[in-house]
């Protein structure tokens, strides 16, 4: 069933007050973060958009989301917080949304969750290595964790952090595909980057 154009103005203003006020009341660990006129491509798990979000609120990236009515209730929170959207998916090469998605990587730096919007859980579609090849610019992976949060019983297990929490935000160094065998290769290396990044979380949770 479609919403109603106003209630989903509703929501998006809403959406964007509750963000910045739970803002007001985080405290935030980030580690490595690249500076804004960096370009890349920040790659994250879906289930951390929220906590990205978070810690990224007035850094006027753009961040991939899907064109379906659950992501429309994503992007005008999103939107309302200064980000810019690209809606559609990185999978479907040569349709208009992935040449879109590929214009704004070549000028702004770019956020792309590459298990969403469906799943599985924590797994790397091929999407988010080609717009990196195409596009000619690296990939940053982010490795995130609340302090509290409350866990959805979605696919993904979707993560909002609780009041007075502390974000915790670990980005990798710039990993880039410059060849087609490189590029074949990415899921699989991406995966392991994922998984020592989520490591080195633990050593900055811990201290």
């Known amino acids: 069933m479609k919403i109603p154009g106003w209630l989903m103005f509703c929501e998006r203003k809403f959406g964007a007050f ?3 006020q739970l803002r007001k009341s985080i405290r935030f660990n980030i580690i490595n973060q690249p500076p804004d006129e960096f370009k890349c491509i920040f790659m994250f ?3 951390d958009i929220l906590l990205m ?4 609120i007035g850094s006027n990236a753009c961040v991939v989301i899907s064109s379906s009515q659950d992501g429309e209730l994503i992007a005008g929170p999103v939107e309302e917080l200064g980000f810019t959207t690209a809606r559609g998916s990185t999978t479907r090469q040569g349709s208009q949304a992935y040449r879109k998605i590929l214009k704004v990587a070549r000028e702004r730096q770019l956020g792309i969750t590459p298990d969403g919007p469906k799943g599985p859980s924590k797994s790397i579609q091929p999407g988010v290595a080609h717009i990196a090849y195409m596009a000619g610019i690296p990939i940053v992976a982010v490795a995130q964790h609340a302090s509290r949060e409350w866990t959805f019983n979605s696919w993904d297990k979707f993560r909002l952090p609780k009041p007075f929490c502390t974000i915790t935000a670990v980005y990798s160094e710039p990993y880039y595909i410059k060849t087609k065998a490189e590029l074949e290769a990415a899921p699989e290396e991406l995966k ?10 633990q050593t900055h949770q811990s201290q």
Request: proline letters at 0%.
């Open 18 to 20: 509750m963000l910045r």
């Open 45 to 47: 798990w879906h289930r």
């Open 53 to 56: 979000t978070l810690h990224r």
């Open 192 to 201: 392991k980057l994922t998984d020592q990044l989520e490591l080195e979380l």
